[in-house]
């Protein structure tokens, strides 16, 4: 689908705009597809390898397309030196961050629509092509990647209900009575509204860009990492260590009030004998970028 939308072949605007439309918003086909059609024409102009790299077909993708592949998914993760490294092959001498503009906004949109560019290849025969393309510019995913399977049950619940929340709050949807069922599936009461509201104090007060992966990402932020520990602490009753915690991304006085907020989601995931380990928090790496400059007013909506 989105090798489609950027080959540049007769007949293909008509027929990308009808499988957009299947899984997004019927006003966003129309931005999309501009999107596309934007990152095409750069390709196009910028790239010599591109129009001679294509082959046309998905089981047999030509270089050009692995690397417009890996370029995107690791613009939507994040993972700064394979973007680089494939723009820089993909592009002219001296266009790689010219060309590199439209692909990054057409990855974002994308984000924004949940459809995220596979990097492993229970993704399909693009991401396993995006995925060897990784590999081969910049090695197996770096060390100190912090993976959601590896965490326990009450863990996945909080940070996969924190990015629940922020995608119906982009929606303008309410996150509550699904979030409330999921928890009470996994016999926890009383644990959804503590956390809508404390992203709700997030999103209002953070004093920074907050970093909440999309629901499709298989890892997690230090930020969501950060939620986690101080729920970790809360539960200990070691309301300092929380405030620590939390401090990195609200002031101080939203910060006393997140830790409060903290203590129902606590209690209630104790109640259903889901007591969070106490770790450390992982060490970003070094391959990640920055997360963006502050913005109060969408702060906790940042994606990868």
């Known amino acids: 689908m989105v090798l489609s939308a950027l080959r540049r072949q007769p007949g293909d605007r008509a027929q990308v705009e009808e499988?957009?439309?299947?899984?997004?918003?019927?006003?966003?086909?129309?931005?999309?597809?501009?999107?596309?059609?934007?990152?095409?024409?750069?390709l196009v102009r910028l790239s010599p390898v591109?129009?001679?790299?294509?082959?046309?077909?998905p089981a047999s993708l030509g270089r050009a397309e692995l690397l417009v592949?890996?370029?995107?998914?690791?613009?939507?993760?994040?993972?700064?030196p394979v973007r680089h490294q494939a723009l820089t092959m993909l592009a002219a001498t001296g266009y790689a961050e010219l060309l590199g503009k439209p692909l990054d906004a057409f990855a974002d949109l994308l984000a924004l629509h949940d459809r995220m560019v596979p990097a492993s290849p229970a993704g399909g025969q693009e991401g396993a092509s995006a995925a060897t393309a990784g590999r081969s510019?910049?090695?197996?995913?770096?060390?100190?990647?912090p993976s959601i399977a590896d965490l326990t049950?009450?863990?996945?619940?909080?940070?996969?209900?924190?990015?629940?929340?922020?995608h119906c709050w982009r929606r303008q949807q309410p996150a509550l009575p699904t979030l409330d069922q999921a928890f009470r599936d996994h016999g926890l009461i009383d644990c959804a509204a503590p956390l809508d509201?404390?992203?709700?104090?997030?999103?209002?007060?953070?004093?920074?860009?907050?970093?909440?992966?999309?629901?499709?990402?298989?890892?997690h932020s230090v930020d969501e990492a950060r939620i986690t520990r101080a729920v970790a602490h809360r539960q200990r009753a070691n309301v300092a260590g929380a405030q620590a915690l939390?401090?990195?991304?609200?002031?101080?006085?939203?910060?006393?009030?997140?830790v409060q907020q903290l203590a129902g989601l606590a209690i209630g995931l104790m109640r259903g004998q889901a007591i969070l380990p106490l770790r450390p928090l992982p060490v970003l790496p070094e391959t990640w970028e920055e997360a963006p400059a502050a913005n109060p007013s969408r702060a906790a909506s940042t994606l990868h």
């Not at 591109?50 to 077909?57: A, F, K, N, P, V």
């Not at 049950?153 to 922020?166: D, F, N, P, Q, S």
């Open 246 to 258: 939390l401090s990195d991304l609200l002031p101080p006085a939203a910060c006393r009030l997140a």
């Open 69 to 80: 592949l890996a370029a995107l998914s690791a613009r939507q993760r994040r993972i700064a």
């Open 19 to 42: 499988r957009m439309a299947a899984w997004s918003h019927p006003a966003a086909v129309a931005p999309l597809a501009e999107a596309a059609d934007f990152a095409a024409r750069a």
């Open 137 to 145: 510019l910049a090695g197996e995913a770096p060390a100190g990647h």
């Open 50 to 57: 591109w129009l001679e790299g294509l082959t046309g077909h």
């Open 153 to 166: 049950r009450g863990e996945r619940l909080i940070i996969e209900g924190a990015r629940y929340v922020v």
């Open 197 to 219: 509201r404390l992203i709700a104090t997030l999103g209002a007060a953070a004093s920074r860009s907050i970093d909440i992966r999309c629901r499709a990402c298989a890892f």
